[in-house]
């Protein structure tokens, strides 16, 4: 217990406050070979990256970092068995229920990213009561990627671009990177510095693809269910040693 306390105070001190990446996302990633290498069912996984969900937004936010965007179900995850589904939105209401008193107290403000429409009645009424709730917070912006795709999310953005111009909102002139920024869902938010993805698989699954641009990636093998505050902390400082150069040749 002591030790465990001494190892995660010795990763924060090796963390440059200066340097901290202002927005992080996470695939989270590896629940279903957690239960397994434990001969567990998948959903004991699930559960317990619940816990972990529970403990990195509030690690993020204490670090002072204000935004996190995380990986909950892709438009491809409708392909699993409906018991999984139906076990994974069980979790999600069962998570809204019991955290959203203390994410609000903690001025945390939850946005979904995906389209709500094709979530069942009660999680979809959950999310909207959590999303309302906590609309006018300030300190951490929570992403909830909720039946996201990459592209899902791009071609709804290109079709809304499109009824701007036909509706002489917008001039086809002023479509520039910036401008198409905001019709994604993270509109007024910073592109993620950080991508981190547990679980050992080194790819994106259809995550954040036009954010995504210039972020550095930190693959770890944990599986989600072990990411606890120090893979976290190792996952920044790996950050901070990187050198970003953006297409330049660094100073
Ligand atoms: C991530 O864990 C959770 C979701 C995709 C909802 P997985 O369920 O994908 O776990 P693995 O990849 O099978 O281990
Ligand atoms: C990505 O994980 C989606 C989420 C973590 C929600 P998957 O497990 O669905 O990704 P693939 O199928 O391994 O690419
Ligand atoms: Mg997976």
Same mark, same amino acid.
Do not use: C
């Given at each position: 217990?002591?030790?465990?306390?001494?190892?995660?105070?010795?990763?924060?001190?090796?963390?440059?406050?200066?340097?901290?990446?202002?927005?992080?996302?996470?695939?989270?990633?590896?629940?279903?070979?957690?239960?397994?290498?434990?001969?567990?069912?998948?959903?004991?996984?699930?559960?317990?990256? %619940? #816990?972990?969900? /529970?403990?990195?937004?509030?690690?993020?936010? =204490? *670090?002072?970092?204000? +935004?996190?965007?995380? @990986?909950?179900?892709?438009?491809?995850?409708?392909?699993?068995?409906?018991?999984?589904?139906?076990?994974?939105?069980?979790?999600?209401?069962?998570?809204?229920?019991?955290?959203?008193?203390?994410?609000?107290?903690?001025?945390?403000?939850?946005?979904?990213?995906?389209?709500?429409?094709?979530?069942?009645?009660?999680?979809?009424?959950?999310?909207?009561?959590? %999303? #309302?709730?906590? /609309?006018?917070?300030?300190?951490?912006?929570? =992403? *909830?990627?909720?039946? +996201?795709?990459?592209? @899902?999310?791009?071609?709804?953005?290109?079709?809304?671009?499109?009824?701007?111009?036909?509706?002489?909102?917008?001039?086809?002139?002023?479509?520039?990177?910036?401008?198409?920024?905001?019709?994604?869902?993270?509109?007024?938010?910073?592109?993620?510095?950080?991508?981190?993805?547990?679980?050992?698989?080194?790819?994106?699954?259809?995550?954040?693809?036009?954010?995504?641009?210039?972020?550095?990636?930190?693959?770890?093998?944990?599986?989600?269910?072990?990411?606890?505050?120090?893979?976290? @902390?190792?996952?920044?400082?790996?950050?901070?040693?990187?050198?970003?150069?953006?297409?330049?040749?660094?100073?």
């Amino acid at each position: 217990m002591d030790t465990n306390a001494n190892n995660i105070d010795a990763l924060l001190n090796k963390i440059n406050l200066d340097n901290l990446p202002r927005h992080i996302a996470i695939i989270m990633d590896g629940n279903g070979r957690w239960a397994k290498k434990r001969f567990l069912p998948r959903t004991a996984g699930h559960k317990e990256g %619940v #816990e972990r969900v /529970k403990e990195i937004v509030e690690a993020v936010g =204490n *670090i002072g970092i204000p +935004y996190l965007t995380l @990986y909950a179900f892709s438009t491809e995850n409708w392909g699993r068995p409906k018991e999984e589904i139906d076990a994974l939105m069980k979790l999600l209401v069962e998570y809204l229920r019991k955290e959203l008193n203390t994410l609000h107290k903690n001025n945390v403000k939850i946005n979904i990213l995906g389209d709500l429409e094709r979530l069942p009645d009660l999680p979809k009424r959950e999310v909207y009561k959590a %999303v #309302e709730t906590t /609309k006018n917070n300030i300190k951490m912006q929570l =992403n *909830i990627a909720l039946n +996201y795709g990459g592209r @899902y999310e791009i071609i709804n953005g290109i079709k809304s671009l499109i009824l701007d111009v036909q509706n002489n909102r917008i001039k086809l002139d002023d479509i520039d990177e910036e401008l198409f920024k905001n019709y994604l869902f993270t509109k007024d938010q910073p592109d993620p510095d950080l991508l981190i993805r547990p679980s050992g698989e080194k790819r994106i699954s259809n995550f954040l693809l036009y954010q995504i641009a210039y972020t550095e990636f930190v693959f770890t093998d944990v599986y989600w269910p072990d990411f606890t505050t120090e893979e976290l @902390y190792k996952s920044i400082i790996e950050y901070q040693s990187r050198k970003r150069r953006f297409g330049g040749i660094g100073e």
